[in-house]
């Protein structure tokens, strides 16, 4: 139990385009679900928390317009990267909050993200 | 915030050896979580740990959360054990990473 998926794996994309990255939760529902970004060799930062029904709460530092959080619905958030450029290139993971008010976190693969 | 912080940063030993991992947090925490990343970047829960001791097979687990520290004991180790393990504290909103062990293990 307690899978969390995320798509796609990897994406290669144009400077200047947007590129959405979804990560669900597979066997559970999840209110609150969370966007960490990880550079080569360096520990997981968290970008926002995201409640399912609400909008989104960036970390500081973090461009709210151009990193837009969906949580529509119990099992899925989304993360679009608007307008993208090369300094964006990163790994995005994605994690969720397990059952019952529980604060043990659940994490998706991740998502490679190249922008040439 | 809280700060998070592990040791050693790097760790190399020879299968079958054991090794302790430490993680020590400035603040009381609700949760502890240890993790191991492989080298495809996900993210494996090893221990859900706020206080005591756990034991999963050749890994076990404490955290004093009095002291705050918590540490991950890997018994026999494998080549399969390689990869970086990240603690990580839930205090306030959030779970703050530590910047990780580097663990390798050599045949």
């Known amino acids: 139990g307690a899978v969390v998926s995320q798509h796609p794996s990897w994406v290669i994309c144009k400077s200047g385009t947007s590129v959405k990255i979804e990560c669900r939760s597979l066997?559970?529902?999840?209110?609150?679900m969370f966007w960490y970004r990880q550079f080569p060799k360096q520990s997981l930062m968290l970008m926002a928390t995201s409640n399912e029904g609400s909008k989104a709460t960036y970390e500081q530092g973090v461009e709210k317009d151009k990193f837009l959080i969906n949580h529509a619905s119990l099992t899925l958030s989304t993360l679009t990267v608007t307008s993208a450029h090369p300094e964006d290139s990163s790994f995005y993971i994605c994690s969720a909050l397990g059952l019952a008010g529980g604060r043990e976190q659940y994490f998706g693969p991740g998502t490679r993200l190249t922008v040439t | 915030g809280i700060q998070v912080e592990q040791s050693p940063p790097d760790l190399i030993l020879q299968e079958g050896a054991n090794s302790t991992l430490r993680c020590n947090f400035s603040d009381s925490v609700n949760n502890l979580q240890w993790f191991h990343q492989n080298p495809w970047g996900q993210l494996i829960n090893l221990f859900y740990?706020?206080?005591g001791t756990k034991q999963n097979g050749r890994l076990s687990a404490t955290t004093v959360a009095t002291e705050r520290y918590s540490l991950l004991y890997i018994s026999s180790s494998q080549t399969t054990d390689s990869g970086v393990y990240f603690c990580a504290a839930w205090s306030g909103s959030r779970l703050t990473f530590g910047e990780g062990t580097q663990l390798t293990v050599n045949p």
């Open positions: 066997d559970f529902q999840a209110t609150t």
């Open positions: 740990i706020p206080s």
